[in-house]
Structure formats: C-alpha cells, structure tokens
C-alpha cells in the first residue's frame, strides 16, 4: 500500500481527491459485498438442504439485514462524535466470523445465526467506509460515492459466480475458504485506517472532504427531505429485494433453467447494477443529484411494468436495463443527504446504508410469504408498481449552498 503512503505526502493538505484510497476502499466493499452476497445467492441449495419455505428464506434474509440495519445508524452516530479508524477491520472479522458458522450449519437456528453475523459485519463495515469515501474525495463527492459503492455492486455481482462454481459444486462447508477473503479486506482496512487517523480526520475537519454548510434551507424542509429520500430508498431496495432475493426462483419456476443458469442471469443483473453505480455520481456531480435520483426511480417503470409478461430472452434485456437506470440513484442520495445534514457524515451513512439493508430485508420476508400464499410470478406484477413513489423526487428542496467562512 505505498501508494497510500505516497497521497499522504501530496494530498494530505491540497483538499484534493485521493484516489489510491478511494481505489482501496472500494476494493473492500468489493470484498465485503462478494462474501455478503454469497447467502441469497445459495438460497437455492439451502432451500433444498434445510427443507425451508420461502418464508423461512425470507426470514434469513431479514434476520441478516436486521443485523446489517439496525446497528449502521448507531455506529455511524458514534463515529460522527467519536471517530473510530480500527473498527474498518474489525467489520471485516465479523463476516469473517459469519462465514465459518454459516459454512458448518446443520440446523435452521445456526444458519440464522451466521446470517445475523453476517449482517454484522456489514453495519460495522458501511458506515465508516462511507466517510473514507468522504474524507478522500476533495471536491467529488458524487464520483467518490460512486467509487465506493462500484466496488460493493461489483462485489454482490460476483457472488452468485462464485457460488455458482464453487459452492454449488463443494458444498456448503467450501463458504469457510472465502474467510480468507476476509483476512486480505482486514489487510487492506488496517492500512486505510493508519491514513484515516493521521490524515482522514484532518481532511474532513478543514473541509476538504466535508460539504459545504449554510444551505439556508429551516430544519424543517431538512427533515422533510431526509423522510423524502429515505422513502425513495424504501421504494428502490424493496423493488430490489424481488429481483436479489428471488430472480433465481422466479427463472427457475418459470422458464425451467438449472440453478447455474439462474445464477448467471442475477449476475448480468448485479452487473448491470454495477455499472449504473457508477454512472450516477458523477452525473449527479455535473447536472445536479436531484434529477438523478428522479430520473433513476422514475424512469425505470415501464420496465418494471414489462418484465413480468415478456420471454426468457427479455427478461434477461429488461433486468439489465432495470438494474443499470435504478442503481443510478443510491449516490445521489447518499451526497444530497450528506448536503442537507452537513457534518454529520457518518450519520446520514449508517442512517441510510442501515434503511436499504433494513427495507431488503423486510421486503424479503414480506415478499417471501407472498410468494408462499400465491405464486413468485405475482410478487412481481405487484412489486411493479413500486417505482411510482420516485414522483415524490419532485418535491425534494433544492440546495443552494454557501462556502464555508
């Protein structure tokens, strides 16, 4: 990691973007994501393993994202206070810790617990990494955001892959050779974590890495707007939770694919995903995160609307087209909330990073009943219409921001 050693040297007082840890952050959110996105992605061989419903599935689901939601705003509180640069690799020895106990597993209370774990490296993790991403962007807040969430779309995306060969073919117990994965992200984050106590805090103090302040904007069209945007995510991940929890399901039942199959359309899914994270802030950066985060929950409704009425071949063409427009959004939201709450980067992080997880998984389980009580082809038709609530975009304040004195 000399590079970080060298960005120290040039970027440390210049307020501008430092990339080599913007680069390494993102690596391990990729790492971070991959190991997270391994349990939905071998849902298909736990639910034949374990005889589980769909609703006990859901119930994994929300037992994981639970975890992963309800501590991220709590760690991200705290760190706004108090800073904590070690607790980078500490997240890393929770999925660490997760990964063994799901990997040895031989009832449903064990599989839950791994699951919760699980979810806890992942609130331990997303909070603070959120303020690296800030502390190292200088001026680029949308393009920073966009580089750290790249790396975790990157790294969900190549879950199922991984899966797929290795997993589906070892079994099980094969989850416990991806803690080794862990150990490197720990690594990586003990090194990211030198620069974040030496300079990451000085960076974020001066205002390098800080947003501006002075928005005019009274407390109450502040609180409006965060109750808007978290309303918008509670529309963007409840939607994703159909598509990340159950597309492989849903191919599965209805066009007859093998597992593989399935799991080689939810990564063109999850890469699609990628890509459109890392679009949207540095669009948002240029034209304004307003019409992004509009544009991106909006707009992808005729699509939604679509695919539960099209063949194979466009299933495959709408979900890429569906993951590409909606996962513009989550980076807009993201820097607009870091906007409209100015120093409290750590807050807004773990307050919305902690809703996605915690709206994925409710709307796993709620889903995962659904699907029991009627069929996974009408979790679809009606989780359709979810997209309509990116209207509410329209009514988000604008911000005028003033330099800081």
Known sequence: MTAITLDRQRNADTGGTVFTVLFAISFCHLLNDMMQSLLPAIYPTLKTQFHLSFAQIGLVTLTYQLTASLLQPLIGFYADKRPTPWSLPAGALFTLAGLLVLSIARNYPVLLAGAALLGMGSSVFHPESSRVARMAAGPRHGLAQSLFQVGGNLGSAIGPIAAAFVVLRWGQTSLAGFSLMALLACAVLWNVGTWYKHHGLARLNAGGGRARVGHGLPPRKVMGG?????????????????????????????????????????????????????????????????????????????????????????????????????????????????????????????????????????????????????????VYKVCAFLPLLGVLAAFLPDIKEKAAD
């Open 226 to 378: 965060l109750a808007l945007l978290l309303v918008l995510i509670f529309s963007k991940y409840f939607y994703l939770a159909s598509l990340t929890s159950y597309y492989t399901f849903y191919l599965i039942h209805r066009f007859h694919l093998s597992v593989r199959d399935a799991q080689l359309y939810l990564f063109m899914f999850l890469a699609a995903v990628a890509v459109g994270t890392i679009v949207g802030g540095p669009v948002g950066d240029r034209f304004g995160r307003k019409y992004v985060i509009w544009f991106s929950i909006l707009g992808v409704l005729p699509f939604t609307l679509a695919l539960p009425y099209v063949d194979l071949f466009w299933t495959g063409v709408l979900s890429v087209v569906i993951g590409l427009i909606l996962a513009s959004a989550f980076s807009a939201i993201v820097v607009f909330g870091q906007e409209l709450a100015p120093g409290k980067v750590g807050t807004i992080a773990g307050l919305f990073f902690g809703f996605s997880f915690g709206m994925g998984g409710v709307g796993a389980a709620v889903l995962g009943q659904l699907a029991d009580v009627t069929s996974i082809e009408f």
